[in-house]
């Protein structure tokens, strides 16, 4: 019987793996994932790889030739993350191949220290793009103020493109502009766009941690048995789904519209919306809350592994995205009413999420020279 994760598909909806190894990738345990599990995708970002890295010695074969050819730092990294990805590539291959290029998709990040540098981001990317060299391979581009621009270039020139890191409806707004745009220009351009698959990564439990706190510090100012306080306790845990709802709402509605249907016609592709950071982070919630509640067409879900063994165990397999719409819009009315500023407290984890990848590609840079200097010690 097909796993649930495989089952989504039938929903409409794709599963990535939020996680990269070279262990799995070796090993025949990502190739299980994508015939059992229903994997048909990789993300990854700068907090993965240092995971990854930092876990053990399975690095250090790969590792010890490069540091003799004298690569180290960030070019060390990209050596390596560069061969994850393009093995991960050549194992979805098949998925690819049989999808015409919705799925067997694997990102790979530009570097969190570009998120405010347009003209840096749009050549990282284009040298990514190039040296990954799979047709698969989608460039991760974050949807802040000086991404954006870069977003509708890479488009433009035929780049595959994952914005990451968004938020709040205001971006999400402005993401799928910049994708448009792109798509304007290389339709003026007389190109191809069938070949064009974009999504637009949405953050998830993010929001729940960020919105729950400053309901929690609310609280904590109300005398007891207040009707607000009643009324914020039942709001806890409700804003990242309803945030993703809505998002949703947005995406059927401008990729029904006119403007996309000009560009359909010539062969272009819907930017599915992504659902990211969807392993819960409050152990109160269900396990699955973040797939459950977030099930529909054109969409992806990228699940970290421990997220996709849960689902595949317990998870609930029904369309869930378009419910309660009313509620989610009620929400976002009631909680500034309430005293939780949500649009304001949601507008600044894309800040926090930049700061969030850039310290841990630090953490990666330094578990690399730890290597580096442990590897220097070693007898030959």
């Not at 069938?194 to 949405?202: L, T, Y």
Request: charged share 25%; glycine share 8%; net charge neutral.
């Amino acid at each position: 019987m097909p796993s649930r994760a495989q089952q989504l598909q039938d929903l409409g909806q794709s599963v990535w793996l939020d996680y990269i190894h070279r262990r799995e990738l070796h090993s025949g345990q990502f190739e299980a994932q994508v015939r059992d599990q229903g994997v048909v995708g990789v993300t990854s970002n700068p907090t993965i790889f240092q995971q990854a890295l930092g876990q053990g010695a399975d690095y250090d074969a790969a590792i010890e030739p490069r540091l003799a050819r004298g690569l180290s730092g960030s070019a060390l990294f990209e050596s390596l993350a560069i061969e994850d990805v393009q093995t991960a590539c050549d194992l979805l291959g098949p998925v690819y191949e049989r999808t015409r290029g919705l799925d067997g998709r694997v990102s790979i990040e530009v570097s969190p220290y570009l998120a405010g540098q347009t003209a840096a981001t749009i050549e990282e990317a284009r040298r990514l793009h190039r040296e990954v060299a799979r047709g698969n391979v989608m460039i991760k581009v974050p949807a802040t103020a000086a991404g954006l621009p870069a977003v509708t270039r890479l488009t433009a020139e035929g780049i595959c493109v994952n914005v990451t890191l968004i938020f709040s409806l205001a971006r999400y707004e402005q993401v799928m502009d910049a994708y448009l745009s792109g798509l304007e220009q290389r339709a003026a351009q007389g190109r191809e766009l069938a070949g064009i698959h974009s999504v637009a990564s949405f953050f998830v439990s993010r929001v729940d941690s960020k919105v729950d706190a400053a309901i929690e510090q609310r609280i904590a100012t109300l005398p007891a048995g207040s009707s607000e306080l009643a009324a914020l306790e039942r709001l806890r845990g409700r804003a990242a789904v309803a945030n993703a709802r809505l998002a949703y709402a947005r995406f059927l509605e401008v990729f029904g519209a006119e403007r996309f249907k000009a560009l359909a016609a010539r062969g272009a592709n819907r930017q599915r919306p992504l659902w990211a950071s969807t392993s819960t982070k409050n152990k109160a919630y269900p396990d699955t809350l973040y797939v459950d509640e977030l099930i529909g067409r054109d969409t992806v879900n990228t699940m970290p592994p421990q997220t996709l063994a849960a689902f595949n165990e317990h998870g609930r397999l029904e369309t869930t995205i378009t419910r309660d719409l009313a509620g989610a819009r009620g929400l976002f009315r009631r909680l500034p009413e309430l005293g939780v500023p949500v649009d304001d407290l949601i507008g600044q984890l894309e800040d926090e999420g930049v700061k969030a990848f850039a310290k841990s590609f630090d953490a990666l840079l330094a578990t690399l020279e730890q290597k580096r200097a442990q590897m220097a010690g070693k007898p030959r």
